[in-house]
């Protein structure tokens, strides 16, 4: 129960002082969260309440099945873009079939983590690496941000690239609408000089650095507060875009609409929604428990996912996943437990219930603004830079994720960015590092010829294998060994190094027999050197072993000292090797 539970672990020890923190911690979350579920809502093509709904079900669900201990589940920028990018071609923004076509979206996803969870397949989002992501999260947070620039004109743009975006914008730029402008750049600005400078202003006039960045947390909450005063204030509601009636009340629970045809056209981007969302939140939350010495349970983050997200389909939600942001302003402001997520939820339930009513006359330009703010810390260029330096690569695949999602949306880039992923994986393991080795002088050791200064014997040809043997490079290996064969007619031994084989598969077992065959047919005799036990065990049920040509040598000391004495016992002494080298 514990495994599948872990509140009845953290739970156990629980205690007062933990309550202060998680409360403390709670508030100012709750502050942080009210205007990002709204504008998250938004984003997504959803009424603003449907924000407030999926910030309530999925923290007290996470709770529950959590393990990590300062994850802010909730709407986030990203999976709102997908959500949109998913939904709008299946039905008109605003209606009906638009909203259960997120809501069944978002319990799709949480099915398939929640299957993935049981499952024991947390592996599996590995195959994403960290480069593609961060490509795809750049990418996503310049399409987010190009999105919102028509909100602060007032102008009613859309478009799921960035050229459509921008050629939409630059053709309807002329009837922008000076008023909305008016409000939205200075919050802009507000909300940009609050983020930057507000913290190190208050720090400097004598504020605690706690207390500073609370106050810095709630700017947009200020952004919010004064823009929707002086649009009541000023009767701006007919003039600018504003949010509108948001209905009032905690949310009735729903079953998705369970239409085979619907469920068939958004399976794919459920998926990719859960496996984006998932590697963000499993980041974020091994981030975070690194720095307090904590675990997860990467699985079970699986299944609380899983369950958030159908507890969010359920309360008429859409897709949530843990947010970077938020979960730092948690982490930062003390939060322990879980716990402090529930009493999040609760004070979003109390926000439900009582604050709607006030949101009539927010202007929908605020909520651009707080999210082109938020969405802006996402993009990370330098990380261009960082990863073309160690590998080129990795570089392209980056590259290329971003360049295919502001191209061809969401969906296409990230689909193209786990291709790349997958296919970088197969072709760096299809051509593993083969290095031929000597002796360096004086000692038992074997090191790269083409780096060191090293010994090699007349006639041996010691090949160590940097990767373990299966079908993608089985073939590659054997094509080194007999163009090795070619060059060296004087051939008599070959020593594989398996040191870092840590598997042989069916299909390399036949390639390795199939080579013992050949070098035997040429009058050479091939070894084994440095074997794992498990490969080991592994050869020993097959009759490789009684068919090779020749021996499994424990170490490559072993082999050379059986193949090689007069080289390798000179090579004890260094100025001895000196001098079997030069008469070689």
């Known amino acids: 129960m514990q495994r599948y539970f872990p509140i009845l672990d953290w739970g156990r020890t629980y205690r007062r002082a933990t309550l202060g923190n998680d409360l403390l911690a709670a508030l100012i979350v709750t502050i942080m969260l009210i205007p990002q579920s709204l504008a998250y809502a938004l984003l997504a093509g959803l009424p603003a309440q449907v924000g407030l709904y999926a910030s309530i079900a999925p923290l007290l669900l996470y709770t529950v099945f959590g393990t990590a201990r300062a994850l802010a589940v909730g709407p986030v920028a990203v999976a709102s873009l997908m959500t949109a990018a998913a939904v709008a071609p299946l039905a008109a923004e605003g209606s009906a079939a638009y909203l259960?076509?997120?809501?069944?979206?978002?319990?799709?996803?949480?099915?398939?983590?929640?299957?993935?969870?049981?499952?024991?397949?947390?592996?599996?989002?590995?195959?994403?690496?960290?480069?593609?992501?961060?490509?795809?999260?750049?990418?996503?947070?310049?399409?987010?941000?190009a999105g919102q620039i028509p909100q602060l004109a007032g102008l009613s743009v859309r478009g799921e690239t960035l050229p459509d975006l921008v050629i939409a914008i630059t053709e309807k730029l002329p009837q922008a609408s000076l008023i909305t402008l008016l409000i939205g750049l200075p919050v802009l600005a507000f909300l940009f000089w609050t983020r930057s400078r507000l913290k190190g202003t208050l720090m400097r006039l004598g504020q605690s650095a706690k207390l500073a960045g609370v106050m810095t947390r709630a700017a947009p909450v200020v952004a919010v507060a004064a823009t929707t005063l002086a649009s009541w204030g000023f009767g701006l509601s007919g003039r600018v875009p504003v949010v509108g009636e948001i209905p009032g009340g905690l949310p009735v629970p729903v079953l998705p609409p369970f239409d085979l045809a619907l469920w068939k056209q958004i399976l794919v981007p459920a998926a990719l929604i859960s496996l984006v969302g998932y590697v963000e939140t499993i980041s974020v939350a091994q981030t975070l428990a690194a720095k307090r010495r904590q675990r997860i349970d990467p699985d079970q983050e699986l299944v609380a996912l899983g369950v958030a997200n159908i507890g969010s389909a359920v309360s008429g939600g859409f897709p949530v996943t843990g947010g970077f942001a938020r979960s730092v302003v948690n982490f930062d402001a003390g939060a322990e437990t879980p716990a402090a997520g529930a009493f999040t939820a609760i004070g979003m339930a109390l926000a439900t219930l009582f604050l709607t009513p006030l949101l009539f006359h927010l202007p929908k330009a605020t909520l651009a603004a707080t999210i082109i703010v938020a969405v802006l810390s996402l993009v990370d260029f330098g990380a261009l830079r960082r990863t073309l330096a160690y590998s080129r690569s990795d570089f392209a695949a980056m590259l290329a994720t971003i360049l295919v999602t502001l191209v061809a949306g969401v969906e296409a880039g990230i689909s193209a960015g786990v291709a790349l992923s997958i296919g970088l994986h197969l072709w760096r393991s299809s051509?593993?590092?083969?290095?031929?080795?000597?002796?360096?002088?004086?000692?038992?050791?074997?090191r790269n010829v083409a780096r060191h200064n090293v010994v090699t014997a007349p006639g041996i040809l010691s090949i160590r294998i940097?990767?373990?043997?299966?079908?993608?490079?089985?073939?590659?290996?054997?094509?080194?060994?007999?163009?090795?064969?070619?060059?060296?007619?004087?051939?008599?031994?070959?020593?594989?190094?398996?040191?870092?084989?840590?598997?042989?598969?069916?299909?390399?077992?036949?390639?390795?027999?199939?080579?013992?065959?050949?070098?035997?047919?040429?009058?050479?005799?091939?070894?084994?050197?440095?074997?794992?036990?498990?490969?080991?065990?592994?050869?020993?049920?097959?009759?490789?072993?009684?068919?090779?040509?020749?021996?499994?040598?424990?170490?490559?000391?072993?082999?050379?000292?059986?193949?090689?004495?007069?080289?390798?016992?000179?090579?004890?002494?260094?100025?001895?090797?000196e001098t079997a080298r030069a008469a070689r």
């Open 466 to 577: 940097d990767e373990s043997l299966y079908f993608p490079n089985a073939r590659f290996l054997e094509d080194r060994l007999l163009e090795a064969l070619a060059e060296q007619p004087g051939l008599r031994h070959v020593v594989l190094i398996c040191a870092a084989v840590n598997v042989i598969d069916s299909s390399a077992l036949e390639t390795l027999e199939d080579m013992n065959a050949r070098l035997k047919d040429g009058g050479v005799s091939l070894h084994l050197s440095e074997v794992k036990g498990p490969v080991m065990d592994k050869l020993a049920r097959s009759p490789f072993l009684h068919e090779l040509t020749g021996q499994v040598f424990l170490t490559q000391y072993d082999a050379m000292i059986a193949l090689a004495p007069e080289v390798t016992q000179t090579c004890h002494d260094a100025a001895r090797c």
């Open 100 to 145: 259960g076509a997120a809501v069944a979206l978002a319990f799709l996803s949480g099915l398939l983590l929640l299957a993935m969870g049981l499952l024991r397949l947390g592996f599996m989002a590995n195959f994403i690496s960290h480069p593609v992501i961060s490509g795809f999260i750049t990418a996503s947070g310049l399409l987010i941000a």
């Open 431 to 446: 051509r593993p590092h083969v290095a031929v080795v000597g002796q360096v002088p004086g000692t038992e050791h074997f």
